[in-house]
């Protein structure tokens, strides 16, 4: 079966450090979706690419979060410098259109201490 | 902010009983979707009903959309513990909204033996 894999799916660091999430998306779909989830906030959507191209990321905290699709098999997610309260699940999720339905990644666990 | 705002919050049955959950939402939409969340997973795409269709079904899956309430509802009959997990309805505007999915805050479902 078809699944969008994320890396990696735990990830434990110190505040200041740099972060990479990756994400392989299912092969033919055009949208790519980052989504984070808290307890507190749910689920927050962060950024999204429709054939590569960002469509909108503004929710994002730009002065430390980017996202970028270096070509149609790998979407990554970074953040530099961490922070605690960055602590997470970041889900990876991708599809065959912006309102079609999505398939999520596992999700990568971030802890920040 | 979310769009879909699921009802109950928290939900616990026995095993063999139906349990319903009611997504309300705020503006127009091309669709409307399911998922569900085991725990320490990512989200499930379960069923997605469009805006000109009332009732959808699937295996032991019933979702309704009232347009003109723009609230929707998912049933799942004879229930079983598998079922225990939390269940998000995600809206895709009609127009605008970035044309993007939002999540709601999710219905958690416990199913007890």
């Known amino acids: 079966d078809a699944r969008v894999t994320q890396t990696p799916r735990h990830k434990v660091t110190e505040m200041g450090q740099e972060v990479t999430m990756r994400c392989q998306p299912i092969?033919?779909?055009?949208?790519v979706f980052w989504y984070r989830q808290t307890m507190m906030q749910g689920l927050e959507l962060l950024a999204y690419?429709?054939?590569?191209?960002?469509?909108?990321d503004s929710g994002m905290p730009k002065d430390r979060f980017s996202a970028e699709m270096p070509d149609a098999t790998l979407a990554t997610l970074k953040i530099q410098p961490s922070e605690p309260r960055d602590s997470a699940v970041y889900f990876c999720a991708s599809g065959a259109g912006v309102r079609e339905k999505l398939f999520f990644g596992s999700g990568t666990q971030l802890s920040v201490l | 902010s979310q769009q879909g705002e699921e009802d109950p919050q928290a939900l616990s049955i026995q095993e063999g009983e139906n349990a319903t959950m009611n997504c309300s939402y705020k503006?127009?939409?091309?669709?409307l979707q399911w998922y569900r969340q085991n725990s320490g997973r990512g989200l499930v795409h379960l069923i997605l009903?469009?805006?000109?269709?009332r009732e959808k079904h699937s295996g032991r899956l019933r979702v309704t959309l009232d347009t003109s309430k723009k609230s929707s509802s998912l049933l799942i009959t004879a229930s079983r513990a598998a079922d225990t997990a939390s269940y998000f309805c995600a809206t895709a505007p009609y127009t605008g909204g970035g044309n993007k999915l939002t999540f709601g805050t999710g219905t958690q479902l416990k199913v007890e033996l």
């Open positions: 092969l033919g779909h055009n949208t």
């Open positions: 009903i469009r805006s000109n269709e």
């Open positions: 503006t127009s939409i091309n669709n």
């Open positions: 690419f429709r054939n590569r191209a960002p469509l909108d």
